[in-house]
């Protein structure tokens, strides 16, 4: 009878070691790795946005420039700041969003009428500014948005298509960082014949050159970043 139940539970336990054995996970070999599971399932997650859907770009949202920013970025590609006696860059700049630390303690960089209306004063100002010293200036390595143009100005309807796109890119590259390409170009280009063809008209040959610059500046591309 001893031996019976001896026997009994010597194959209860090889059983149970059977059992655990079979149940527990792990490494057979040496140097073997304990199984992962993959933490991220599905709807753990959210995916991506659609860069289709996005106006091909996938992140947060283009923020507009701070006054600040504004005049080092008007100055860097226009050549001048917007000074204008009580209506330049300082005085406007309560109204363009800084902050004044005693009513109002942080910047608004949220686009709005008022700044792009402000902007369009300003740009009028430093373009045509610009513009009228350019013109007088033949060293063309001393201008700014005119580099690419000839040594002299003469009729800017004269332009071989080549250099009108030369001028649009180098100037984008100025006020946006990036040139201008394709069906764009070629849009900006017949926008530039018009006005070197009213300017010749109205005997403003500078106007050609204050009126790109006032479109490219006051683009939603040269205030957000």
Sequence with gaps: MRR?????ALLALSAGCNKSSEEKPGPTLDGQ?????????????????????QGGSVGRAPRRLTVSQLDAAILEAVGRRWVNGGDGIDARASSLGRADFALVSSENTEPNLVFAKFLEDGARFVCIAQAADEVKQADASKRTLSRTLP??????????????????????????????????????????????????????????????????LTDARFITY
């Design 4 to 8: 019976v139940l001896l026997t009994a």
């Design 33 to 53: 790795l304990e199984p992962v599971a993959n933490p991220h399932q599905p709807g753990d997650f959210d995916p991506l946005p659609d860069p289709e859907e």
């Design 151 to 216: 040594g002299t100005w003469d009729d800017l309807r004269k332009l071989s298509d080549a250099q009108v796109r030369e001028f649009l890119v180098y100037n984008s590259l100025r006020f946006w960082g990036a040139p201008l390409e394709g069906e764009e170009l070629t849009k900006w280009a017949g926008f530039f014949t018009q006005a070197a063809a009213r300017a010749e008209t109205a005997k403003r040959r500078a106007d050609a050159l204050a009126v790109t610059c006032i479109a490219m």
